[in-house]
């Protein structure tokens, strides 16, 4: 079971956050820390703040940000948009959040020896959806868990003990 931080989990507005974090505690492995909510401030040059839904944090595989979209989202190429089936409002691109807060981590360390820095990768959790077509070139499938994956998180090649060594 992995270790799940802050735990118990705080309440939050998303069912499909607390859907995940569920899965994530009861189906990793213990050696696995799981970060949920992490708030993030950069002040080096401009000012940039921003959250990760999770950091999925492992000794020897390193760090994973993974963020959290609840319902079915759609993209729409022409407009660049994302937004969720039936809803108007346009939802934040869940790939360009998750590789900004992996950015982000990456940025921090910088004055640390480069053989202390962990690897670093991102993806996107649709846990109550599909996302079965690449919706853009920086959106690609193998980076995504979704309502299909959603048993199998220990084995599963973004969150699990077979990932790929992020990098």
Not at 8 to 27: F, I
Not at 96 to 124: D, F
Request: aromatic share 8%; proline share 9%.
């Amino acid at each position: 079971m992995a270790r799940m931080v802050p735990s118990p989990m705080l309440p939050v507005q998303s069912g499909a956050e607390e859907q995940l974090y569920d899965a994530l505690r009861d189906q990793l492995p213990d050696e696995f820390i799981c970060y949920h909510g992490i708030e993030w401030l950069h002040l080096g040059g401009r000012p940039q703040k921003g959250e990760a839904d999770f950091l999925i944090a492992h000794a020897e595989l390193g760090v994973l940000v993974l963020e959290v979209k609840g319902g079915q989202l759609t993209y729409d190429p022409p407009s660049r948009t994302w937004k969720r089936r039936g809803d108007p409002k346009r939802v934040k691109d869940p790939f360009a959040q998750a590789q900004r807060c992996m950015n982000w981590l990456m940025r921090e360390p910088e004055h640390l020896p480069k053989k202390w820095m962990a690897s670093l990768g991102y993806g996107v959790g649709f846990p109550n959806g599909e996302y079965r077509e690449q919706a853009h070139p920086n959106a690609p499938l193998d980076l995504v868990i979704d309502h299909r994956d959603m048993g199998e998180l220990a084995t599963h090649p973004t969150t699990g003990s077979n990932r790929r060594k992020a990098g």
